[in-house]
């Protein structure tokens, strides 16, 4: 009996011992499992989508896997890579990623190939400029041609547009120019995106304006326009990181994640032979900008079927039979299940006709729209004038005052200045003017759009009926969709900032100006009519003042969205605590975020403060507030 129970004990402990085993032995398959569904990194540029479109092409003719993109500065999906969110990056430009050489020689990630080694960057100008001008051949001879390219917010100098926050390319052109003593004739302007480089380039090319700008190879847009790379002196790696002399040719390369690099090697072998080069990226981007502008997956077909010495490069022989039978196939018509899973009825609507349309009225009404940014561009520069006139010691004083008085409490208003003045002790101040200037010119043209046009709809049911869905639509599109037309009409820079900040912000003060209007009670403005008081009188002497809590929430409301909406901005050229936000997100700089984040929050605080202060302040003596 001892024998048997010893031996069921024993049965017991080694099945026990062997199911708790088996998750341990699932991980482990789990872990070397070849991945089926590749990620490709997405850094918003056409060589890049092209590229991989090439190799996703690749992996699910040839190698049967399904894959997708995921969008991401270069910094950001860099670091994706290392922690393995991304799979693989067809185009690491390792210059412009300070960290690179050293994550790679710590392991974090897996160099495959260069893929190409042959571009150039640098400060181009226009082949117009270059032809009316030929003695502007080389970057310091930019010295002498300030008044050529001047800057439309600051008239005495010129402006350079640098390159892409976040890229050591972009520090290196600010070394230049300050090497170089062209910083005492130009303003060095971060677009803050590439959508926003390329939009200011593409604009002034369609008004033949000069330009000055960073770019590099190979791009689409490159491809279509001629643009002369000013010379330099010859490259020395000893002076270039200090911004002397011409910048080499970046080695883009192709990584992948370590867990990629190990779950999939015969993928991983096909890349490792992955090799292109800038004439042939520009060949399949000019070819996709002549037939389709977003169709990536046709310019790699073609492009393939152009060369098919690269598949024989990159593939074995039987994995070339397979990618060549592929290509020769004409698409087919859809079955039973596409129909029933994909939508059967596409109309894609002609964007490039909108495009086009949008940049000839910005070329027809250049006089117009230069009038208009000057304009916006003067009350900005009038508001920081006078902000950056009143010394830092009493501008804290006046916030002091403005908070003891508005909120009633001294306490308030020694707060208020002390949070404000941590701003200047962290060495944020000069760009919190700024911010501040654009922010007061934005909310002073809201508002003086936004209250007539909410008055106006209080009183009339067809206005309302024809205002309040374009209403909806600003409220509910996407704040970047603003940016899109701004920078196209204006340019970069603060005019467009107010431009799209005005659209998105004045919303509030319309809709909250109609409601408070429309509540003040019925028998009250019988009342005012009953005594003789015209439509007029009636409203600015009864309706508006009863109106005035609700309608200063709507300016309140308008101010706040205001200061989000500018961060934003600086997507498009607005400087400001907004562009040290965008460096900090494109750089991983999570300090430099933090900090350059809290003085906007600081900021946003102390106006929400003293605004709501302020109404509530006015509205006590009527009975219509009440202090919090």
Same mark, same amino acid.
Not at 52 to 57: E, H, Q, S, V
Not at 467 to 474: A, C, G, K, Y
Not at 515 to 522: A, F, N, S, T
Not at 523 to 532: D, I, K, M, T
């Given at each position: 009996m001892k024998k048997i129970l010893s031996l069921a004990v024993t049965s017991f402990l080694l099945t026990g011992t062997f199911f708790s085993s088996v998750p341990a032995i699932a991980a482990n398959a789990a872990?070397?499992?070849?991945?089926?569904?590749?990620?490709?990194?997405?850094?918003?540029?056409?060589?890049?989508?092209?590229?991989?479109?090439?190799?996703?092409?690749?992996?699910?003719e040839v190698f049967g896997y399904t894959w997708e993109e995921m969008p991401g500065s270069t910094p950001i999906t860099h670091e994706a890579l290392?922690?393995?969110?991304?799979?693989?990056?067809?185009?690491?430009?390792?210059?412009?990623?300070?960290?690179?050489?050293?994550?790679?020689?710590?392991?974090?990630?897996?160099?495959?190939?260069?893929?190409?080694?042959?571009?150039?960057?640098?400060?181009?100008?226009?082949?117009?400029?270059?032809?009316?001008?030929?003695?502007?051949?080389?970057?310091?001879?930019?010295?002498?041609?300030?008044?050529?390219?001047?800057?439309?917010?600051?008239?005495s100098k010129g402006i350079i547009y640098g390159g892409i926050p976040g890229w050591e390319a972009t520090e290196i052109m600010q070394k230049k120019i300050d090497a170089y003593g062209l910083d005492a004739y130009y303003n060095y302007l971060i677009p803050g995106s590439n959508a926003a480089l390329d939009s200011t380039i593409t604009s002034a090319w369609d008004n033949k304006e000069p330009f000055v700008a960073y770019y590099w190879e190979p791009t689409w847009l490159m491809g279509k326009y001629d643009l002369i790379l000013l010379d330099d002196s010859p490259y020395d790696p000893a002076t270039y990181h200090d911004g002397i002399g011409s910048s080499p040719a970046v080695t883009v390369t192709v990584a992948a994640s370590n867990a990629f690099a190990q779950s999939n090697p015969e993928f991983c072998t096909f890349l490792s032979n992955y090799h292109t080069g800038s004439a042939l990226i520009s060949?399949?981007?000019?070819?996709?900008?002549?037939?389709?502008?977003?169709?990536?997956?046709?310019?790699?077909?073609?492009?393939?079927?152009? @060369?098919?010495?690269?598949?024989?490069?990159?593939?074995?022989?039987?994995?070339?039979?397979?990618?060549?039978?592929?290509?020769?196939?004409?698409?087919?018509?859809?079955?039973?299940?596409?129909?029933?899973?994909?939508?059967?009825?596409?109309?894609?609507?002609?964007?490039?006709?909108?495009? @086009?349309?949008?940049?000839?009225?910005?070329?027809?009404?250049?006089?117009?729209?230069?009038?208009?940014?000057?304009?916006?561009?003067?009350?900005?520069?009038?508001?920081?004038?006078?902000?950056?006139?009143?010394?830092?010691?009493?501008?804290?004083?006046?916030v002091f005052l403005l908070g003891w008085k508005v909120r009633r409490r001294i306490q308030n208003g020694i707060l208020y200045a002390v949070?404000?003045?941590?701003?200047?002790?962290?060495?944020?101040?000069?760009?919190?003017?700024?911010?501040?200037?654009?922010?007061?010119?934005?909310?002073?043209?809201?508002?003086?759009?936004g209250?007539?046009? #909410?008055?106006?709809?209080? #009183?009339?049911?067809?206005?309302?009926?024809?205002?309040?869905?374009?209403?909806?639509?600003?409220?509910?599109?996407?704040?970047?969709?603003?940016?899109?037309?701004?920078?196209?009409?204006f340019g970069m820079g603060n005019a467009s900032a107010v431009i799209a900040t005005v659209?998105?912000?004045?919303?509030?003060?319309?809709?909250?100006?109609?409601? #408070?209007?429309?509540?003040?009670?019925?028998?009250?403005?019988?009342?005012?009519?009953?005594? #003789?008081?015209?439509?007029?009188?009636?409203?600015?002497?009864?309706?508006?003042?009863?109106?005035?809590?609700?309608?200063?929430?709507?300016?309140?409301?308008?101010?706040?969205?205001?200061?989000?909406?500018?961060?934003?901005?600086s997507m498009i050229g607005a400087r400001g605590l907004g562009m040290e936000v965008l460096n900090a997100v494109n750089r991983i700089e999570i300090g430099r975020g933090l900090i350059a984040g809290s003085c906007v929050v600081i900021l946003a605080v102390v106006l929400d403060r003293l605004t709501q202060g302020w109404f509530n302040k006015g509205t006590d003596s009527t009975g219509n507030g009440n202090e919090e």
């Open positions: 872990d070397t499992k070849e991945k089926q569904k590749i990620v490709f990194a997405d850094v918003g540029w056409d060589s890049v989508k092209l590229n991989n479109a090439i190799a996703g092409l690749i992996a699910e290392m922690k393995n969110e991304i799979d693989v990056n067809m185009e690491e430009w390792t210059n412009n990623i300070p960290t690179y050489q050293t994550d790679l020689d710590n392991g974090t990630f897996t160099e495959l190939s260069v893929n190409f080694d042959d571009n150039y960057q640098g400060l181009y100008i226009p082949k117009y400029v270059a032809e009316a001008y030929p003695n502007l051949k080389t970057v310091q001879d930019l010295a002498n041609y300030p008044e050529l390219f001047p800057d439309p917010e600051d008239p060949e399949g981007l000019a070819y996709m900008q002549n037939h389709d502008p977003d169709d990536h997956k046709a310019a790699a077909k073609w492009l393939l079927k152009q @060369h098919p010495e690269l598949i024989e490069e990159w593939l074995t022989p039987k994995q070339a039979e397979l990618l060549n039978a592929s290509l020769q196939k004409e698409a087919g018509s859809k079955t039973g299940a596409d129909w029933l899973f994909h939508f059967p009825f596409v109309y894609k609507p002609d964007t490039t006709s909108i495009d @086009h349309g949008v940049r000839s009225f910005a070329v027809a009404a250049e006089s117009v729209l230069n009038a208009i940014q000057n304009v916006l561009s003067g009350l900005v520069n009038l508001f920081k004038w006078l902000l950056s006139h009143i010394p830092w010691f009493l501008l804290l004083f006046l949070i404000l003045s941590l701003v200047g002790i962290v060495g944020y101040w000069d760009e919190m003017i700024l911010t501040l200037s654009i922010v007061l010119a934005s909310v002073v043209i809201a508002l003086l759009l209250l007539p046009i #909410g008055i106006l709809i209080s #009183g009339s049911p067809k206005a309302n009926r024809i205002i309040r869905p374009i209403l909806d639509t600003m409220q509910t599109m996407p704040v970047f969709v603003y940016l899109i037309p701004a920078l196209l009409l659209i998105y912000a004045i919303v509030p003060v319309i809709r909250l100006t109609s409601l #408070g209007i429309r509540q003040v009670d019925k028998e009250v403005v019988e009342a005012a009519r009953s005594f #003789g008081s015209t439509r007029w009188q009636t409203l600015f002497k009864v309706q508006i003042p009863q109106a005035i809590p609700t309608i200063m929430t709507g300016v309140n409301q308008t101010l706040m969205m205001a200061m989000a909406m500018v961060v934003t901005c």
